[in-house]
């Protein structure tokens, strides 16, 4: 069964360093999500990606931020000069389309900002 | 603008008795409803989905879900649990039509299935 994958599964960095999350979507799936979850509180949307660009984007989503799809299977986030804040789960989601929009979802990467 | 609330984050019951976990959201507009489930050291699995007609969905592994629009209500239910139904359990909603596909969360519901 296809499946979304997400490397590293953990990642360390020291505040102020850039880090690179990467995802591997359904392959023909054509929307792709990045969620994050702080230890403790929600799963918060951080941004939905379709036909090469942004298609919304939350107020978290700021321009420390960025996504890309260099080929035609990784999606990635890039977060530049990280914060403590930023430690959490990021877990990204590919849907196929239309409706019911079902999102796949990887297994989260763990990031911890020292 | 949509919220979920997840009123009970922990929930403990014995195996082969039935659970409730309950979910309500506050939308101004119409609503598609999840359920997702997250076993340990794993990514999230689409347990069942409301869209449309009958208000009582099905899903995986013997959990159903019943939508209650007048009580904003999408209570997810399994009449005899499993140990291996112990995991976190998530319940999320996207808005109807327009182009916003973004899933708004809960915070969650650990359940805990003992022997």
């Known amino acids: 069964e296809p499946e979304v994958t997400q490397t590293p599964s953990h990642q360390v960095t020291q505040m102020g360093q850039e880090v690179i999350l990467r995802c591997v979507p359904i392959?023909?799936?054509?929307?792709f999500y990045w969620y994050r979850q702080i230890l403790g509180q929600k799963v918060e949307f951080l941004v939905s990606?379709?036909?090469?660009?942004?298609?919304?984007k939350s107020e978290i989503f700021d321009d420390q931020f960025s996504v890309e799809r260099p080929d035609g299977s990784n999606f990635t986030l890039k977060i530049r000069s990280t914060k403590l804040e930023d430690s959490a789960m990021y877990f990204c989601?590919?849907?196929?389309?239309?409706?019911?929009?079902?999102?796949?979802f990887g297994p989260g990467t763990r990031l911890t900002v020292t | 603008a949509q919220s979920v609330t997840q009123l009970d984050s922990q929930v403990p019951v014995f195996e082969e008795a039935p659970v409730e976990l309950r979910c309500n959201y506050s939308?101004?507009?119409?609503?598609?409803l999840f359920w997702y489930v997250q076993y340990p050291n794993q990514g999230l699995q689409l347990l069942l989905k409301?869209?449309?007609?009958s208000t009582l969905v099905k899903g995986i592994n013997g959990f159903e879900a019943e939508f209650n629009k007048s009580q904003t209500s999408f209570h997810l239910r399994k009449p005899s649990v499993h140990i291996s139904d112990t995991a976190e359990y998530f319940c999320?909603?996207?808005?109807?039509?327009?182009?916003?596909?973004?899933?708004?969360w809960g915070l969650g519901t650990s359940l805990a299935v003992n022997p």
């Open positions: 989601a590919s849907s196929e389309g239309g409706i019911p929009l079902e999102q796949y």
């Open positions: 999320a909603v996207s808005e109807r039509g327009g182009n916003n596909r973004k899933l708004i």
């Open positions: 990606f379709y036909n090469n660009e942004i298609s919304e």
């Open positions: 409301y869209l449309s007609g």
């Open positions: 939308s101004s507009v119409s609503v598609y």
């Open positions: 392959s023909n799936h054509l929307y």
